[in-house]
């Protein structure tokens, strides 16, 4: 699912969802994991209640607290450790603790759906908000998708998706920023390598 975001309550995007799955999406939330110091996207309840909004989850802001973001950031990073997990060839069942995490999350009350004159409305809290995400997550790693699961090739990056291309050849979580990032840094190494020949 590609997602389209929308402006949060500031009126900008804070987020990004370089279209993969929004449960993949939330673990690129904290950028570049290897680095040092890496970039928290998450950081405040605001910025929590902008993914939801900015992702499409939902229509308005849950009005998330200290302990949403407290539960929002232990899901996201027992998430990734599944998913790394996965990644390495290892059982994701192995790490009981994320996976009771996971569960707990994906068994509250999902996020409400009604429909009106204008469509479809989706309302809720910030735990319904991350009890979807948990689903989704607990159906990527469980089910045959888990095989496609792959992590951006960009050194820099660790965002996580889903590769569905053909032949399965993604390299990158979005074309048009890690993917040419990475073309560009490799077009100017050929032509520094050329000039120094030359």
């Not at 939330?26 to 680095?35: D, E, I, V």
């Not at 405040?44 to 200290?66: Q, R």
């Not at 479809?120 to 995400?133: D, F, K, Y």
């Not at 074309?175 to 050329?194: I, W």
Request: proline share 5%; net charge neutral; aromatic share 4%.
């Amino acid at each position: 699912m590609c997602v389209t975001p929308v402006t949060g309550q500031n009126g900008y995007v804070n987020h990004a969802f370089p279209c993969g799955t929004l449960a993949l999406d939330f673990l690129g939330t904290l950028r570049a994991r290897r680095n040092p110091v890496p970039a928290e996207k998450l950081g405040t309840p605001a910025l929590l209640d902008d993914w939801f909004v900015e992702s499409g989850m939902l229509d308005g802001a849950p009005g998330a607290d200290e302990a949403d973001l407290a539960a929002a950031v232990e899901l996201r990073e027992a998430v990734y450790s599944l998913v790394e997990a996965r990644l390495a060839g290892r059982p994701v069942v192995a790490d009981a603790a994320a996976v009771d995490l996971l569960n707990r999350h994906a068994a509250q009350a999902p996020v409400v759906v009604q429909l009106g004159e204008s469509g479809a409305r989706h309302s809720g809290t910030a735990a319904q908000g991350l009890a979807a995400i948990a689903r989704e997550a607990a159906e990527i790693l469980g089910g045959p998708d888990a095989a496609l699961l792959r992590e951006c090739g960009r050194p820099e990056c660790t965002q996580v998706y889903l590769d569905r291309s053909r032949g399965h050849r993604r390299e990158w979580c979005a074309m048009r920023t890690c993917g040419n990032r990475v073309k560009v840094s490799a077009y100017r190494s050929r032509h520094r390598t050329g000039a120094a020949t030359a």
